[in-house]
């Protein structure tokens, strides 16, 4: 069975508990990073879905270009077989790509997220 943590920051996430159920994944949603990284260090998930949250000249100006870099930076050390799966709002897209500069994604889906198509994302191998 494959396991996947899911980071929920804001209310955009989309709830696919029941898509995962039906594809036989085990599922964690978690809604701070700090317990993600936890969790990490115990289990490494096969699949991680986050939110990118550009970081607008606040605490992430500087090292960090999002709310996730740490956590993928975590990802690659604990768990650096795990797919890392991107949502992001709209307003987001143009700068996408200063994180795909850092790191190699499996996937990024802009919402609304579609669940067909996030369902193959899930399902390539």
Same mark, same amino acid.
């Given at each position: 069975m494959n396991t996947l943590f899911s980071l929920v920051e804001s209310p955009f996430h989309p709830d696919f508990t029941v898509l995962y159920q039906k594809l036989g994944i085990a599922a964690q949603r978690f809604d701070s990073a700090r317990n993600l990284h936890r969790a990490l260090q115990k289990q490494p998930p096969d699949f991680f879905v986050g939110e990118f949250i550009y970081g607008w000249g606040n605490n992430y100006?500087?090292?960090? #270009?999002?709310? @996730?870099? #740490? /956590?993928?930076? /975590? @990802?690659q050390r604990f768990a650096p077989q795990a797919k890392v799966i991107v949502f992001m709002h709209p307003r987001e897209e143009e700068h996408i790509g200063k994180l795909l500069e850092l790191f190699s994604l499996h996937a990024v889906l802009s919402y609304p997220v579609n669940?067909?198509?996030?369902?193959a994302i899930l399902a390539q191998q």
């Open positions: 100006a500087g090292a960090n #270009v999002s709310n @996730l870099d #740490v /956590t993928i930076r /975590t @990802l669940e067909h198509q996030f369902e």
